[in-house]
């Protein structure tokens, strides 16, 4: 009888598994902030399905909302995959953040890529809306280092379960 946590997981599992804990692990970030703030966790995810659908998203009920939390797994996911083929692709990479340094690194660079990449192109492209360097602003970035980089890089550079 073999150990099935042991064998190598295909890329789909990895994605699949990577994608869905970094989608929940920012998920409880953004609600915690949105929290802490003193705004509707309904409006957080209505805002999100607002990015790709409009504004007409920020009224839509509990409906909009449930969109816009897939929307943000879809995110996750697209994240996800785009370090695992690097980390499939790149031996100097895998080297990186088989040490603990290195992955703490390649987290401090790609958890901050992920925020300035989305608040800054893809969100102002899609709603036409510049971006707000706040104070907020820079909490978002900090905290992706360790809410999405850390766990990407962590799950992403695991090969059996």
Do not use: K
């Not at 705004?39 to 990015?51: F, H, K």
């Not at 409906?63 to 996750?76: D, I, Y």
């Amino acid at each position: 009888m073999t150990n099935a946590a042991a064998e190598p997981a295909s890329f789909a599992e990895r994605l699949a598994r990577t994608g869905l804990t970094i989608g929940a692990i920012d998920a409880l970030w953004a609600v915690a902030l949105t929290l802490g703030y003193g705004r509707s966790v309904t409006a957080l995810w209505q805002g999100v399905a607002a990015v790709p659908f409009g504004a007409r998203m920020l009224d839509g009920g509990a409906t909009t909302a449930l969109l816009g939390l897939g929307v943000h797994f879809c995110v996750a996911l697209g994240w996800s995959l785009v370090f695992l083929v690097a980390h499939t692709q790149s031996a100097a990479l895998r080297r990186l953040v088989s040490r603990g340094g290195g992955m703490a690194l390649v987290a401090a660079l790609y958890g901050p890529f992920i925020w300035c990449v989305m608040s800054l192109v893809v969100v102002p492209a899609m709603t036409h809306n510049p971006p707000a360097l706040s104070t907020r602003w820079m909490i978002q970035l900090c905290g992706h280092i360790f809410f999405v980089g850390l766990p990407i890089v962590w799950m992403g550079r695991r090969t059996s379960w």
